[in-house]
């Protein structure tokens, strides 16, 4: 909400109607209570920092949703995302990002 109001347009709606002519663009969920700022937390902390944060608009019941995020870091804001959607009986089809960070640390197979 903080980003939407300093941007003063909601910037993922507006990227995915560009990519998708003809869609609209939905703001379908909310921060239900104070979460910190992501950066600088672990994988771990991430998660539990967005734990039942979200909750999804209950009109979404039923509909199928393509869920959108700018970056992807540790996939806890998809998770969170989801399971808000799921709460209220949106059917999440799929989940489009436009970048993901790298990890630090080398990654083992």
């Known amino acids: 909400p903080k980003s939407r109001r300093v941007r003063g347009y909601a910037h993922l709606a507006m990227l995915w109607e560009a990519a998708v002519p003809g869609t609209r663009g939905v703001g379908g969920l909310r921060v239900t ?12 902390a991430r998660a539990a920092n967005l734990e039942d944060a979200y909750v999804a608009d209950p009109r979404l ?46 990654h083992h197979p």
């Open 33 to 44: 209570r104070p979460v910190r700022d992501q950066a600088g937390l672990s994988q771990h």
């Open 61 to 106: 019941a039923g509909a199928r949703v393509v869920l959108v995020d700018d970056v992807v870091t540790s996939g806890a804001t998809i998770r969170e995302s989801v399971r808000a959607l799921e709460a209220v009986g949106a059917v999440v089809v799929g989940c489009a990002v436009i970048a993901e960070t790298r990890r630090r640390a080398p």
